[in-house]
């Protein structure tokens, strides 16, 4: 229903957070007030992404009424991910480059299988 695909789009959106976040404190982007364990992002980012991704997604989902998203927003985050994987790999952040990775393979698969 709503709310599995709601969780699992959350999921989604904090792994991609997992590889962004890092890379945007590292090149300067932005700075936390209170620094966190994870490449200075504090787990509250990740648990704000979890809350707010779930309740839009489930909203996105009631309004599309059982459609599918664009392809387009697929391939767009595939670039996303790609992108701040790229910087994780050039910062040597490995475990946002390991999560990227990971990331972009279930992005190919699942575009693939669409």
């Not at 009424?65 to 697929?74: D, E, Q, V």
Request: aromatic share 14%; hydrophobic share 50%; net charge positive.
């Amino acid at each position: 229903g709503s709310v599995q695909r709601g969780i699992y789009a959350a999921v989604l959106l904090t792994a991609m957070d997992f590889v962004l976040d890092p890379g945007a404190v590292s090149v300067g982007l932005w700075r936390y007030s209170n620094p966190g364990l994870y490449y200075e992002v504090p787990w509250t980012n990740f648990a704000g992404w979890m809350l707010t991704g779930t309740f839009a997604a489930i909203c996105l989902s009631k309004l599309l009424n059982g459609k599918h998203l664009p392809s387009g927003i697929l391939v767009s985050a595939a670039w996303m991910v790609a992108f701040w994987t790229g910087v994780a790999g050039a910062r040597l952040l490995v475990l946002p480059l390991l999560i990227g990775g990971v990331l972009l393979g279930y992005i190919v698969y699942r575009k693939s299988r669409s």
